[in-house]
């Protein structure tokens, strides 16, 4: 199948006036376009007012969605010849990588065609592409990924930051993942003064590397002009707690927190299935445990809440997991549309260019 024409282009954007427009790198992700379109149908029945621009292969793509009638007249194919694999670099993708459909993808939020983007793909690679093409905004000298990890405060989750954007991170720049996060957390949580707690290996002041500690006297000192209240030092069993509602960290500390969590998870999971298969009396337990299992399931599935945003550019980004299916999917594409729609992007530059003077670039 051909690329569409420009007068097809045209009849399909005016199809989405309207719209919460979410840009949508169909190619990027281990389950391919299928889950990707599939997550797309999901959104779109449990939320009228979005409408999509898929970017990839349109011989693919294109059968997928005139299979899901929630997607018609709601969906743009944008055909591309290339896609980012998990394996690329990020400076061979910044080099090449003009006509993957991760470019494109980003390519429509600086055009302004769409408002936000979605990407299951390489992580290293869609930032480098980001920064390039949407650059930092005023006041930020790194970009972070900011997620939401089950927690036992009441709404639920905490935001945890930086997980994985840049494995560095000096106390100015701790400081302004404390600002990003707080701002996220106020504008996507409805929590007027968020706690803001800041990762360690102890409580106690006098621990920790060099860097924490100056960050630490930063956040502090900051508290009170940017409206949060700064808690200290938290340790690692504090992310999933209800000490703070922003944990702030380094992106190598970060990543690592949240694949160990999944992994805790992963194996959780497992050994439940072992326990209740080991005998008949077991067997009989799990069917009357079914319902509380079942719910607790949903409380803590990482599907529910799949979905990286971006903070810190010029445009917003949400990074779905590599490994999403249809359910993972629809809920980066929801968190998508809800900052998008609370235009958490512009009350965040806002935030920033207040309370924060620009630096130079460090990178």
């Known amino acids: 199948m051909t690329a569409p ?35 797309c149908s999901l959104s779109a029945k449990a939320n009228p007012d979005i409408a999509f621009i898929l970017h990839g292969d349109e011989a693919e793509i294109a059968p997928l969605v005139a299979k899901r009638r929630d997607l018609e007249g709601r969906c743009r194919v944008h055909h591309t010849t290339e896609v980012v694999s998990m394996e690329d670099k990020p400076s061979q993708v910044v080099r090449t990588g003009k006509n993957t459909s991760m470019w494109s993808a980003i390519e429509s939020v600086r055009s302004g065609e769409a408002s936000v983007a979605v990407s299951c793909g390489n992580t290293g690679a869609l930032m480098a592409i980001s920064m390039i093409r949407l ?13 939401l990890y089950p927690s036992s405060n009441p709404q639920g989750f905490n935001v945890m930051l930086d997980v994985g954007a840049d494995i560095r991170a000096d106390a100015d720049d701790l400081l302004r993942y404390a600002l990003m996060g707080m701002s996220y957390v106020r504008n996507g949580m409805g929590i007027d003064h968020p706690r803001v707690g800041l990762l360690n290996v102890g409580t106690e002041e006098h621990k920790g590397r060099a860097e924490l500690k100056d960050a630490f006297d930063l956040i502090r000192d900051h508290a009170e002009d940017a409206g949060y ?54 067997r009989l ?7 509380s299992l079942r719910r607790l399931r949903h ?65």
Do not use: C, W
Request: no cysteine; aromatic share 4%.
């Open 135 to 147: 650059r930092k905004l005023a006041g930020v000298n790194r970009p972070a990924i900011a997620v």
């Open 5 to 39: 024409t420009d007068q097809t282009d045209a009849i399909a954007s005016d199809a989405l006036i309207g719209h919460t427009v979410i840009s949508v790198d169909a190619m990027g992700g281990d389950e391919g376009p299928a889950a990707v379109v599939a997550g």
């Open 285 to 291: 337990a799990s069917l009357l445990a079914y319902p």
């Open 229 to 282: 209240e700064f808690v200290g030092f938290v340790e690692g069993g504090d992310i999933s707690g209800n000490s703070s509602d922003v944990i702030v960290t380094d992106g190598f500390t970060g990543n690592v927190a949240i694949k160990t969590g999944e992994g805790t998870a992963s194996l959780i999971g497992t050994r439940l299935r072992e326990a209740f298969k080991y005998s008949p009396l077991s």
């Open 299 to 363: 409380r803590i599935d990482p599907r529910r809440v799949n979905g990286g945003v971006f903070l810190g550019l010029n445009g917003t980004v949400v990074k779905s997991h590599g490994s999403a299916d249809a359910t993972g999917v629809s809920a980066a594409i929801k968190l998508a549309a809800q900052l998008s729609q609370n235009k958490f992007n512009e009350k965040l530059a806002a935030r920033m260019a207040a309370v924060l003077p620009v630096e130079e670039d460090k990178t």
